[in-house]
């Protein structure tokens, strides 16, 4: 959990959440990360909920900061432009260095470091049913790589130029594009073809998994194929020019260096981050009590959804009945 001391009630509402629904049974140590260190305050109450081990880690200044090679005064602009259009943190630069923090540097913290898998927790979250097998043996027994439960579309002044760059990436290293990747998520119509970058002549239909929630190994992150697309994309500056969020940099990396077979929808979790929430669909579900949420009011049938082309795009049954993949 990257998170502020000031998010300290939030924070402990995530964790009550998560430790009632999974970690109770399971102990698994929490990370918690800040650009500030803890106060004494946020460390005892947080580690008097946990059930496991925890860790408070600090970031690097440089990991949470402009680079040299930022023109500060574009950067100004582009806030400026963003704030004139209302767009949602437009102006902040502390949004900035935290969708750049978690697409490039979260997983080389030290504490962090240490581990192979992670379950990403907001502040302010809830769960609504009861885990009640361990999601990573499930992703490491099945070949899954990145695990997702809401999708939906960015908001196109945030990531302007992000969809090129990408493309500019993937020529520059076509062997880093997995066979059978998930391109058609991404792009409407795309068609397919045996000559590498043609495949990429679509535009960006904005679609990406939501990074609040995220169970996934972090040796992905770690690759190569990751490590030179965050690299190059750090380079352009679109972090602080633009918006870029890490949830389209994470899912545009996931879908394109992976295959489509490695990613996860987990259907049969029940997930509430506002102002979005999501509900298994399923009457088992519901009938063993196993989950607590209303299904008719839920995310998926959005028109701001992206789940519906993800089913789609994986093959899957729309998830909506007890022998869907709900
Ligand atoms: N330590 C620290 N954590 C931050 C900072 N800004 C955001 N975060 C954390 O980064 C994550 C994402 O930030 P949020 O403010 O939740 O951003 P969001 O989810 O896009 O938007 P909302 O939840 O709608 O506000 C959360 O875990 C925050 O606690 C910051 O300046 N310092
Ligand atoms: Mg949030």
């Avoid at 949004?95 to 581990?115: A, D, E, K, L, T």
Wanted: overall charge negative; hydrophobic content about 30%; glycine content about 8%.
């Amino acid at each position: 959990m990257l998170v502020r001391n000031s998010e300290l009630r939030e924070a402990l509402d995530s964790i009550r959440n998560v430790e009632d629904r999974f970690n109770r049974r399971f102990r698994y140590p929490w990370t918690f990360l800040n650009d500030e260190p803890f106060t004494e305050e946020f460390v005892n109450y947080t580690t008097g909920m946990a059930s496991g081990k925890t860790n408070y880690g600090l970031i690097e200044p440089a990991q949470w900061s402009v680079p040299d090679y930022i023109d500060k005064k574009k950067i100004e602009e582009g806030m400026e432009n963003m704030v004139s259009k209302n767009v949602i943190y437009g102006g902040s630069l502390s949004y900035r260095n935290m969708c750049r923090y978690n697409s490039g540097f979260f997983y080389r913290h030290p504490i962090v470091n240490q581990y192979r898998w992670y379950w990403r927790v907001e502040p302010g979250v809830q769960f609504y049913c009861d885990q009640l097998y361990d999601p990573f043996s499930f992703m490491r027994e099945n070949g899954k790589v990145y695990g997702f439960v809401m999708a939906m579309y960015e908001y196109l002044l945030t990531i302007e130029t992000l969809w090129d760059s990408t493309k500019e990436f993937v020529r520059n290293h076509p062997q880093y594009l997995a066979a059978n990747n998930s391109l058609d998520f991404f792009v409407d119509n795309s068609e397919p073809s045996k000559e590498g970058d043609k495949e990429f002549d679509g535009d960006y239909n904005l679609c990406h998994f939501w990074s609040n929630f995220e169970i996934a190994d972090l040796d992905f992150w770690r690759s190569p194929a990751y490590s030179d697309y965050f690299d190059f994309l750090d380079r352009k500056g679109g972090f602080f020019y633009e918006r870029w969020g890490d949830a389209p940099v994470h899912s545009l990396a996931a879908g394109l260096f992976l295959p489509k077979s490695a990613i996860h929808h987990f259907g049969d979790i029940g997930y509430r981050h506002p102002p979005y929430a999501r509900c298994p669909q399923d009457e088992e579900s519901h009938q063993s009590g196993r989950c607590y949420c209303a299904r008719d009011a839920h995310f998926d049938d959005d028109g701001y959804s992206c789940l519906p082309r993800w089913w789609n795009v994986a093959g899957m049954n729309r998830g909506a009945g007890p022998k869907g993949q709900h």
